[in-house]
């Protein structure tokens, strides 16, 4: 059984937090039950998104966000949810295609963040050679020129030795 944050079930809802607290809320004083944890936290179940699902549905339809939710807390209340395998052999289908509809949704969210993670991966590694052969090629120039003044004062001191004593003494 998969269970969700708030922060979770606002994101996949797009929803904010505060609007997600205050259908929870409302449907808790209806009597549908979200579970909640050790804490008195709320965590939610793939049963509460289709609920949730339906009450966005609902409130954008016309009708009163209260009325909504006392028509879909009714109709939950006759069709109580169980994990029980005895009661398994009749689902209800609409629920199972719009359980399949969001998993399908989550697995091409999944696979458009690993392509976008390729991407920014193979950006960084682009990135990385041409600092790498920047630095190399600047490594190279500079020892050049280190080479360079080395053989200039080289060639200046050998010079410097070649004139003589009288030379030296008087320039």
Do not use: C
């Amino acid at each position: 059984m998969k269970v969700y944050s708030p922060s979770d079930i606002a994101e996949l809802l797009n929803i904010k937090l505060p609007t997600l607290r205050k259908y929870s809320i409302m449907l808790e004083e209806r009597g549908y039950n979200i579970a909640r944890n050790s804490q008195n936290h709320r965590y939610y179940q793939d049963k509460d998104i289709i609920t949730l699902r339906k009450v966005i549905t609902a409130s954008k339809s016309g009708i009163t966000l209260d009325e909504a939710i006392r028509n879909i807390v009714s109709i939950e209340q006759h069709n109580s949810y169980t994990n029980d395998i005895d009661n398994a052999d009749t689902p209800n289908n609409s629920d199972i295609k719009e359980l399949k509809e969001l998993v399908y949704k989550q697995n091409e969210l999944i696979k458009g963040l690993a392509a976008r993670l390729d991407e920014q991966q193979q950006y960084i590694d682009k990135r990385l050679e041409e600092r790498d052969r920047l630095l190399m090629q600047t490594m190279k120039e500079t020892l050049e020129a280190k080479k360079q003044i080395a053989s200039t004062e080289a060639a200046e001191e050998k010079e410097e030795n070649k004139k003589g004593f009288w030379s030296k003494l008087f320039s």
